[in-house]
């Protein structure tokens, strides 16, 4: 079982529609969870963090973390071209978190068709 | 404010060469991270060192890869005799304390060096 999981997709969505994208992890004791954004030849660019269970709004951006269930997910509201990217859904782990090293899942690529 | 820089952006090396990369973290950031990315894979972290201490190097390859994050200067990424699947894109992530749960720990990356090995 990968510490981090994440559908690859593609995950195709209508302009101005909602974009979900999910991340399960392995490890309960997990404390730290993370969604980056990746265009294609460019690097991680952070969007939102989230540490407590419940969700936290950054503009268009939502991230959902329910740790009994392992979940953590981002909702991208009236979702734009410019959106389409890869998501990397990274987490510090308990084994990792004496040092912070980030455990990354696959990435989901998103499309955004207009 | 300048974020993580890293340099050289591209770099191409034929096999048997060494490869050196560099990376200045974020301004008041003492926390420096390797991460590689493989065609079509996800990333994978490498080290994670402090000034002139490597803290974590579980990630690395037993042989051929080394890093140091001097006193002075930036941190550098080092690989020896490059073979073809070394050829990879190389991030630098950079944060200001490490402090479980909280914003301090965010890591921020640099703009990564792409590795060609021919």
């Known amino acids: 079982q990968k510490e981090v999981e994440q559908n690859s997709g593609p995950l195709s969505v209508p302009e101005g529609a909602i974009a979900s994208l999910n991340c399960t992890y392995s490890?309960?004791?997990?404390?730290?969870f993370f969604w980056y954004r990746q265009y294609s030849g460019k690097s991680p660019e952070l969007i939102m963090f989230?540490?407590?269970?419940g969700d936290k709004e950054d503009g268009r951006f939502t991230a959902q973390l329910n740790k009994a269930s392992q979940y953590v997910s981002l909702l991208i509201r009236d979702s734009q071209p410019s959106d389409s990217a890869t998501y990397l859904c990274?987490?510090?782990?308990?084994?990792?978190?004496?040092?912070?090293?980030?455990?990354f899942g696959q990435g989901t690529t998103l499309q955004v068709k207009p | 404010n300048a974020g993580v820089m890293q340099n050289p952006r591209h770099l191409v090396r034929r096999r048997g060469q060494e490869a050196r990369l560099r990376c200045s973290p974020m301004?008041?950031?003492?926390?420096v991270y390797w991460y590689r990315q493989l065609p079509e894979e996800g990333l994978k972290f490498m080290v994670y060192?402090?000034?002139?201490?490597?803290?974590?190097e579980s990630g690395m390859p037993k042989e051929r890869f080394s890093a140091e994050f001097p006193k002075e200067g930036p941190s550098i990424l080092r690989i020896q005799q490059v073979v073809r699947g070394d050829s990879a894109a190389y991030f630098c992530?950079?944060?200001?304390?490490?402090?479980?749960?909280?914003?301090?720990?965010?890591?921020?990356f640099g703009p990564g060096t792409r590795l060609l090995v021919l």
């Open positions: 992530a950079s944060s200001l304390q490490r402090l479980a749960g909280k914003f301090q720990e965010t890591q921020y």
């Open positions: 490890d309960r004791g997990s404390q730290s």
């Open positions: 989230i540490y407590s269970n």
């Open positions: 990274a987490v510090i782990t308990a084994g990792s978190s004496n040092t912070g090293k980030l455990i």
């Open positions: 301004k008041g950031h003492s926390h």
């Open positions: 060192l402090q000034k002139e201490n490597i803290i974590d």
